[in-house]
């Protein structure tokens, strides 16, 4: 039973487009991320926010944006898609403990034409 | 950005037979190491949070260690099955707000 949803779960799109990619969980955590992976490498963290209202740039510069207006919400999007942003978007949360263990969703994966 | 080292790559076994993998992280500031599952079309599933040096960790056939002074972990898979193929990452808190992953050990095990 999935406690962080993705959706879309694929989406192909072409150059140009406005896009939106929905992360929500019923876990009540506070803390939230989004990482990105493209093929054969690390997972990165582009966003990530410790509560509403609070958003941050990851350590990857991404060209993407946040929001986090409800507690269980934390969407992507990203303006104007372009090829150099095909690659797969996980969307995380964490307990407030130390060692911030995390919560994955089943992640998205772009391609854009 | 800590660099998180895994290896190896890749690795293909045969069912039955017993595995395992080294993830390298930098020993200074240590607090926490993890490692994850990776089965392909699903979320990345937690196996282990650990913490002390000396440390070893079980659940059910996937034991790891951690030596935190000399920055390794290894895990251990013993008498693989094909349901453990998957993609295993550890990862290494950076700042407290987040997890600097390595490009984790991709498992394959043939009946």
């Known amino acids: 039973e999935a406690d962080i949803y993705q959706t879309p779960r694929y989406l192909v799109i072409g150059t140009g487009k406005k896009i939106t990619l929905e992360c929500s969980q019923t876990m009540g955590h506070d803390k939230m991320y989004w990482y990105q992976q493209d093929p054969g490498m690390e997972l990165h963290l582009i966003h990530y926010s410790y509560g509403v209202n609070s958003t941050e740039k990851g350590d990857l510069s991404s060209e993407s944006t946040v929001s986090r207006i409800r507690t269980e919400h934390f969407p992507l999007t990203l303006e104007s898609a372009r090829p150099s942003h095909t690659s797969q978007y996980l969307c995380a949360t964490s307990t407030s403990d130390f060692y911030n263990e995390q919560f994955f969703g089943p992640g998205t994966r772009l391609t854009v034409l | ?111």
């Open chain 2, 1 to 111: 950005i800590l660099n998180v080292e895994q290896s190896p790559q890749s690795l293909h076994v045969q069912e039955g037979d017993s595995t395992n993998f080294t993830c390298s992280f930098p020993s200074s500031n240590f607090y926490a190491l993890h490692w994850y599952r990776w089965e392909t079309a699903k979320s990345p599933e937690a196996l282990f949070v650990m913490t002390l040096n000396g440390d070893e960790k079980k659940k059910g056939r996937i034991s790891a260690t951690l030596n935190t002074k000399e920055g390794y972990s290894y895990l251990y898979i013993k008498g693989s099955q094909p349901e453990d193929s998957a993609t295993y990452l550890c990862a290494f808190p950076n700042s407290g707000y987040a997890l600097n992953f390595g490009k984790g050990t991709s498992l394959l095990v043939t009946p």
